[in-house]
């Protein structure tokens, strides 16, 4: 294998070199506990609230309404079961969509198991969410609306500023799983109207098992996990300061290199889809043509199976997706690509590449040649795709 294109950024990046340094010193002579009182730990409590500092400026929020986490994941179940235990005197209505994370989803047959009822909303064929069938699902005993800021297989970005227009219309709080927005795109809480966030630091170059959760001031949501009195009490455990620290110093990277991010990506996501569903035949885009991350691409290629396809590109030495990471060990067509109505056969044969900052025009064509190469392949093995053509021409 001659080269490696790594096109797999939605499941997770490379740390940034310069996050790896932030973080060194707190593994070794600057290894103190932040809640004990002598210098070397309160050194680590001040750097943890400037790490703080930066998360919420990146956000429009304010320092103490950010929480570290473990993850995404921590802060999806942390949003979901600490509004409905604080809230369910007014109501057990949950509302989110048909195409969230797992973490949601989960989270969400979790909370039926104990009596919650969940609203499940569709979306259309490019994965926005229906505002309509929002408004006539919501209702006085709605405690929260969770859905996605942008979606992790697709791309596509939902009008986040809309869904908690709605919610709070209705007296409902509208959660967001940020994981795949935060650092990419702009975010503005008090803009969007947007009461919790969630993010991850291993999805901006920064460290893995590190994320937050954004709570707006004054929501009574109570600790999640119990013991001493970190995270003003609302999330105990020695504080992963390492973890904090790189995420705080990722943070500041991805905002100051945040436009020219968007424009460069932008620039080659566009070149990458146009040569893809131009170049190949029977070749969809899944997801919004202009509403997506900048990163994102995911196409379907019918007569084709979508983990033949990543094999043939591993061997090729470029690092791919056809879906969730986190799902990747399913042999079930991904739940997002059949919420927005594509049938199994076309379902199984999709491919999801995600840029980052370092790729470049020349491993774009280096993939798409590969790409088409293998299609042609494992076409030409395929009865189906024999038995259309032939019906098909004559």
Known sequence: ??????????????????????????????????????????GNKNAISNARDIIADAIGAKSEEIYFTGGGSEADNWALKATAEAYSNKGKHIITSKIEHHAILHTCEYLESKGYEITYLDVDEKG????????????????LVSVMFANNEIGTIEPVTEIGRIAHEYGALFHTDAVQAFGQVPIN????NIDMLSASGHKLNGPKGIGFLY????????????GGSQERGRRAGTENVP???????????????????????TVLRDYLIKRLTTEIPYTRLNGHETKRLPNNVNVSFQFVEGESILIMLDMAGICASSGSACTSGSLDPSHVLLAIGLPHEIAHGSLRLTLGYENTKEEIDYVVDNVKRIIN??????????????????
């Open 215 to 226: 709570i707006r001031k004054g929501l009574r949501l109570r600790s999640f996990i119990h």
């Open 128 to 143: 926005i969410i229906r505002l309509d069938q929002l408004k006539s699902s919501i209702r006085e005993d709605t405690i």
């Open 189 to 192: 809480v008090d803009e969007m």
């Open 1 to 42: 294998m001659s080269k490696t294109v790594y096109l797999d950024h939605a499941a997770t990046t490379a740390t940034d070199p310069l996050v790896v340094e932030a973080m060194l010193p707190y593994f070794t002579e600057k290894f103190g506990n932040p809640s004990s009182i002598y210098s070397i730990a309160s």
């Open 243 to 265: 973890g904090i620290i790189g995420l705080g110093k990722a943070t500041e990277l991805a905002v100051q290199s945040m436009n020219e991010r968007i424009k460069n990506e």
């Open 377 to 394: 392949n494992l076409r030409n093995m395929s009865p189906l795709y024999e038995d259309y053509i032939k019906k098909n021409t004559k």
